[in-house]
């Protein structure tokens, strides 16, 4: 089965500056997806950021990108330029390209807290 | 599109009681999940479904049941509510199941007293 660590609870950043959140993963497969998911005070789930594993360039979306070291079982965000906004949880999630029953499950981290300071 | 919504927002119940959690996505997706969400947890997968009359169990399926009798709606019963099922319910969607990203509903806060 596969599993997510996210060993980060809570992380804390001034604003404009840059930080960056640790995700690892387990898995025996060697096609799959890697998410990243904001969580807001408003609890609406929503999609940061994804990266397909059989990529192996580093997905971006304007000041969010991502580290992806496949050999190593690794996925970090990088928070660039900070906004206030982007305060929230922060969920690191697994998906297999399997598209069978559980597999198409997403797996998902603990999550880690960021809280942006002035 | 309004994308995918749910109702209640927020429900208290007593132990025993019964409930349905309401989902409903106007994206034509196929796939269909609902998740949990537990302090320290994450969110785990309670039921899926696969398409229009096509359900299956995930990882914590007990004391909750589903069905998919359209594409759009996809509830969630809880038959006899238990203090255990205090939590927070997503309800998530995908035009298939090898599709890379779900979309998620706003939540619904259950509290079982």
């Known amino acids: 089965a596969q599993t997510v660590t996210q060993s980060q609870p809570e992380m804390s950043v001034q604003e404009a500056e840059t930080v960056t959140l640790s995700c690892t993963y387990d898995t025996s497969e060697s096609d799959y997806y890697l998410f990243w998911y904001k969580q807001p005070p408003s609890r609406q789930m929503i999609l940061v950021i994804r990266?397909?594993?059989?990529?192996?360039q580093n997905a971006t979306e304007n000041r969010f990108s991502v580290n992806f070291q496949k050999a190593a079982k690794s996925f970090s965000l990088k928070i660039s330029d900070s906004q206030l906004g982007d305060a929230a949880m922060y969920f690191c999630?697994?998906?297999?390209?399997?598209?069978?029953?559980?597999?198409?499950?997403?797996?998902f981290g603990t999550g880690t807290r960021l809280q942006v300071t002035l | 599109n309004a994308g995918v919504t749910q109702t209640p927002k927020f429900q208290v119940l007593k132990t025993g009681q019964s409930m349905t959690l309401q989902c409903a996505q106007d994206m034509n997706h196929e796939y269909m999940s609902w998740y949990r969400q537990d302090p320290g947890m994450g969110l785990r997968l309670i039921h899926y479904?696969?398409?229009?009359?096509?359900?299956d169990q995930g990882e914590v399926p007990n004391g909750y049941n589903v069905s998919r009798s359209t594409t759009e709606d996809f509830p969630l019963r809880l038959l006899s509510a238990a203090p255990s099922q205090t939590s927070v319910y997503f309800c998530?969607?995908?035009?298939?199941?090898?599709?890379?990203?779900?979309?998620f509903g706003p939540g619904t806060r259950l509290l079982v007293l």
């Open positions: 990266q397909e594993a059989y990529k192996q």
């Open positions: 479904s696969v398409g229009a009359g096509i359900t």
């Open positions: 998530a969607s995908s035009y298939s199941v090898g599709q890379r990203a779900q979309y």
């Open positions: 999630a697994y998906r297999s390209a399997r598209s069978t029953g559980t597999a198409s499950k997403l797996t």
